[in-house]
């Protein structure tokens, strides 16, 4: 199917852990994006990428890791998972051209415990 | 830093009324502005976009923009209880493909 899906949409992992959240799109869009959301912090960019193998920190980048070796792949990795990473994560992609908003897959709600 | 400010809300509404969501943001740069619906427990969906000073209709929603002043709008007509959402207001500097977005506004429409 055409889009951006994420996987898995729910997990629960215990502190210390390594967790991985897949992102998948199917647009061949140049630019991705790994978000957490919040209440009372809206959609915070935690890494983007604007091409396979070109990635970059955003705004709450600490705890995580992002690679790229796919256009169509962008995983995100928490390497010791924390407490206060529990959120709701999205995935989105744009392209570069045309209207350039950005599509968002459907989110991962992570709780650790 | 840039930032985009909304007023959290609840913006509570009748139904039939319209509704009127505002957006500020610091970037003088910004080119671009995007106006997202988020549904309870469901990823933002894009609404509008627009570009350009003035305003942009899209069936019962429009948007309005103000680059002096540095503030977008989004009004939606005749709002339905379907309408009852989070909207999210995102902006774009020019040479930047990056979206920051601001916290939200509730809205809730009430029959």
């Known amino acids: 199917d055409a889009g951006i899906t994420q996987s898995p949409r729910y997990k629960i992992t215990e502190t210390g852990r390594q967790v991985t959240l897949m992102c998948h799109q199917t647009w061949s869009h140049s630019y991705m994006f790994w978000y957490r959301q919040d209440l009372g912090h809206g959609l915070r960019l935690i890494y983007y990428s604007a091409a396979a193998d070109i990635t970059d920190k955003g705004e709450v980048p600490d705890g995580y890791v992002v690679s790229r070796s796919k256009t169509e792949n962008f995983p995100l990795t928490l390497e010791s998972a924390t407490r206060s990473q529990t959120s709701v994560y999205f995935c989105?992609?744009?392209?570069?051209?045309?209207?350039?908003?950005?599509?968002f897959g459907q989110g991962t709600r992570l709780t650790v415990v | 830093q840039k930032e985009v400010e909304q007023n959290s809300g609840p913006l509570s509404v009748p139904e039939g009324a319209i509704a009127s969501l505002n957006c500020t943001y610091s970037d003088r740069g910004s080119q671009s502005f995007f106006w997202y619906r988020q549904y309870s427990g469901k990823s933002p969906e894009l609404i509008m976009f627009?570009?350009?000073?003035g305003d942009k209709e899209d069936g019962r929603f429009t948007a309005q923009l103000n680059k002096a002043s540095q503030y977008v709008s989004l009004l939606i007509r005749d709002s339905q209880p379907s309408d009852s959402a989070t909207y999210l207001c995102?902006?774009?500097?020019?040479?930047?493909?990056?979206?920051?977005f601001g916290r939200g506004t509730s809205l809730i429409v009430h029959p």
């Open positions: 989105a992609s744009s392209n570069t051209g045309g209207s350039t908003e950005a599509f």
């Open positions: 995102a902006v774009r500097s020019g040479g930047s493909y990056i979206p920051t």
């Open positions: 627009i570009y350009s000073n």
